[in-house]
T-cell receptor, first 114, second 114 residues
Framework: AQSVTQLGSHVSVSEGALVLLRCNYSSSVPPYLFWYVQYPNQGLQLLLKYTTGATLVKGINGFEAEFKKSETSFHLTKPSAHMSDAAEYFCAVSDPFGANNLFFGTGTRLTVIP | DVKVTQSSRYLVKRTGEKVFLECVQDMDHENMFWYRQDPGLGLRLIYFSYDVKMKEKGDIPEGYSVSREKKERFSLILESTSTNQTSMYLC?????????????FGEGSRLTVL
């Protein structure tokens, strides 16, 4: 079975500061991992995903995440926050050998302070 | 661009009324999903479908049914709404694959049951 834990339902950072959103997963098989972003009154869009290969994954809008198997983590980072990054972020996991549905975390709302 | 269109953005219904939420995708995706999004709970899978006329229960199917008569269309039906079904409903689609498929989401349908 797969599950995801996102630490911190709310994170606030100053504009220009480092963004770090935490995600830990549980999976009985090597997982595929995803980060999605949701802007107000919109659906979710993919930021980045890890399937196989390089463990540092780069996504859109300057975000990146690193798959660390030993820590069962897939934390999302961005070196310098921008006001437009304010949104809700969801980490998700899927079983590469099973069904195609994703299991989502409970989300982290990012606030960027000017 | 992939487009997933949900028929209604905002609905207000009274307890006991029937609700029909429609979702259409234009990328010939095999998989379609209905999720429910609630604050602090993230996204929870209601039903999904791998093919026409095929459906599988997700984590919270009680009180819901679905219909997939055509590949591009996946409908969520609430036969008799209750106040605890007040929520944001998100439709998504993806290609069938080994769990690495990106989900493409619609903008959501916010249902309020009075």
């Amino acid at each position: 079975a797969q599950s995801v834990t996102q630490l911190g339902s709310h994170v606030s950072v100053s504009e220009g500061a480092l963004v770090l959103l935490r995600c830990n997963y549980s999976s009985s098989v090597p997982p595929y991992l995803f980060w999605y972003v949701q802007y107000p009154n919109q659906g979710l869009q993919l930021l980045l995903k890890y399937t196989t290969g390089a463990t540092l994954v780069k996504g859109i809008n300057g975000f990146e995440a690193e798959f660390k198997k030993s820590e069962t983590s897939f934390h999302l980072t961005k070196p310098s926050a921008h006001m437009s990054d304010a949104a809700e972020y969801f980490c998700a996991v899927s079983d590469p050998f099973g069904a195609n549905n994703l299991f989502f975390g409970t989300g982290t709302r990012l606030t960027v302070i000017p | 661009d992939v487009k997933v269109t949900q028929s209604s953005r905002y609905l207000v219904k009274r307890t006991g009324e029937k609700v029909f939420l429609e979702c259409v995708q234009d990328m010939d995706h095999e998989n379609m999903f209905w999720y429910r999004q609630d604050p602090g709970l993230g996204l929870r899978l209601i039903y999904f479908s791998y093919d026409v006329k095929m459906k599988e229960k997700g984590d919270i199917p009680e009180g819901y049914s679905v219909s997939r008569e055509k590949k591009e269309r996946f409908s969520l039906i609430l036969e008799s709404t209750s106040t605890n079904q007040t929520s944001m409903y998100l439709c998504a689609s993806s290609f069938r694959g080994r769990g690495g498929g990106e989900l493409f989401f619609g903008e959501g349908s916010r249902l309020t049951v009075l």
